[in-house]
């Protein structure tokens, strides 16, 4: 039996993402991983993975994916419509899969990026510590590149996963808003700007540009006044929002520059990032101003929500239906129904 996934179909911008290539920006390797991660880490979450295990990105349309092993999977992110052998399927809920069904989806009806995990994980070989797929580097993932038809992906047979039925998330729908609302903590040079920029940058509404991708989201608005004074390039954090020179912010994300040298007024905290990268083309948007300290504190509750559904899933192992039973008996029920 081969134990792999079988891309059929490609969708758009399909890669190889985890939870990035830290350590490695001092030489000029950008970090990548998953744009959306808590996505990503949702779904690792619903199928028994470790929040670092690499899954399928893809965005606007997702991949027809044949699988040639059992396993699990489970489906995060942007409202992909996804389909198990043409019956459609829940998002942020686990699946049990056998060899030969195949996963479909239709364009999003909201949201830009979706993601699959797999039990254990796509198990393409690690380059720098990660699997994330650096495609304008040629790095990472499969090749480096963006998955095509008649690629094949590694996977670990998976027979078992506890509390099946249970591994569900009922999150909270994203409704579009007329108005965004991304919290941000003041950048290295927020003080190099002025009282007059400063203003606009909170008080006025910004759009999503069409020029949006993995390395960064462009805004559209009122031009903001720039320090006349010339900086020397620094390293970058995602969700850093730099002005350029023609005064229009850009937010930088996963596959981002490791080093730049436009002024940075302020960084989007880590639990407003996925709304921003799920959010619409001419999206309105109004930053708003808290600090480091509840920044901090809405990141900790974030984990400990993640860390909590763990806790759940972990309490109702043993809660009835208990789920897929140990591998010989699941191969003898495979005999019977052949």
């Known amino acids: ?176 808003t007329k108005e965004l609302q991304l919290r941000f903590i003041k950048g290295p040079q927020w003080a190099s700007f002025s009282t007059a920029a400063q203003e606009m940058f909170c008080q006025q509404q910004f759009q999503i540009s069409t020029q949006a991708d993995r390395m960064g989201y462009r805004l559209s608005g009122s031009k903001l006044p720039i320090p006349a004074n010339s900086m020397l390039s620094e390293g970058t954090v995602t969700g850093n929002v730099q002005i350029t020179r023609s005064g229009q912010p850009i937010v930088l994300l996963a596959d981002r520059q490791t080093a730049g040298g436009y002024p940075v007024i302020g960084t989007i905290c880590a639990v407003d990032l996925p709304l921003l990268v799920q959010a619409g083309m001419k999206q309105r948007l109004r930053f708003q101003e808290i600090s480091v300290a509840d920044a901090t504190k809405l990141l900790r509750q974030r984990i400990q929500f993640l860390q909590q559904l763990a806790a759940t899933f972990q309490r109702q192992r043993y809660q009835l239906p208990i789920g897929p039973q140990q591998i010989a008996g699941q191969r003898i029920a495979q005999l019977f129904e052949a």
């Not at 939870?19 to 490695?24: D, H, L, Q, T, V």
């Not at 990105?57 to 198990?84: D, R, W």
């Open 1 to 176: 039996m081969q134990t792999a996934i079988e891309i059929l179909k490609p969708g758009l911008a399909s890669t190889i993402q985890d939870a990035g290539r830290w350590g490695y920006q001092a030489f000029g390797v950008p970090v990548s991983g998953a744009v959306d991660d808590f996505s990503l880490q949702l779904a690792n979450l619903l199928v028994g993975n470790s929040p670092e295990k690499a899954g399928i990105e893809f965005m606007l349309l997702g991949p027809a994916i044949k699988f040639h092993c059992p396993t699990f999977i489970a489906v995060t992110g942007g409202s992909c419509q996804p389909a198990l052998n043409q019956k459609q399927i829940e998002l942020n809920r686990a699946y049990q899969v056998t060899a030969g069904d195949v996963l479909t989806f239709k364009p999003m009806k909201q949201g830009r990026f979706g993601y699959l995990a797999v039990a254990g994980g796509v198990k393409t070989p690690a380059i720098l510590a990660s699997r994330s797929t650096t495609s304008r580097l040629q790095l990472g993932g499969l090749k480096g590149k963006l998955l095509a038809d008649g690629d094949f992906l590694p996977l670990q047979p998976t027979y078992q996963l506890a509390s099946l039925q249970w591994r569900h998330c009922d999150l909270p729908v994203q409704t579009p």
